[in-house]
Every structure is written in C-alpha cells, then in structure tokens.
C-alpha cells in the first residue's frame, strides 16, 4: 500500500511533464505543416541517379565466392 504513495505523485509528475513538452512543441510549430513532408517523397528528383555500371558484377563475384 505504501507503492501508492510514490505511485501517484510520479505519474502526476509524468503527466505533467508530457503536458508541457506538448505545449512546447506547439509553441515551437512543430506540428505547423504536418501534410507537405509526407507529400514530399511522391515528388520526382530533377536529376536521376547515376547507378554505377560495376555495381552489379560486385554483387555477381561476391555470390560466386559464397558458393
């Protein structure tokens, strides 16, 4: 019974603390734009990545050397 009286008064601490870290990011317009960063990733890249034409045979010569 007496767990309950470090129980209460740390979760009511906790809370509390979750509570301004929220206000906080709000102040601080963490969650101003919540829609354009996921969006980001659908948009197409001005230049296309250039792949390495050695790339492949690596792969190729490291599985031959596992077998």
Do not use: C, G
Request: hydrophobic share 45%; aromatic share 8%; proline share 6%.
């Amino acid at each position: 019974m007496n767990i309950i009286y470090v129980l209460i008064p740390l979760s009511v601490i906790l809370m509390v603390l979750a509570i301004a870290f929220f206000f906080w990011a709000v102040r601080n317009d963490q969650f101003d734009d919540l829609d354009t960063p996921a969006l980001d990733i659908l948009d197409e890249d001005d230049e296309p990545t250039v792949v390495e034409k050695n790339a492949p045979q690596r792969h190729r010569e490291h599985r031959d050397e596992e077998k």
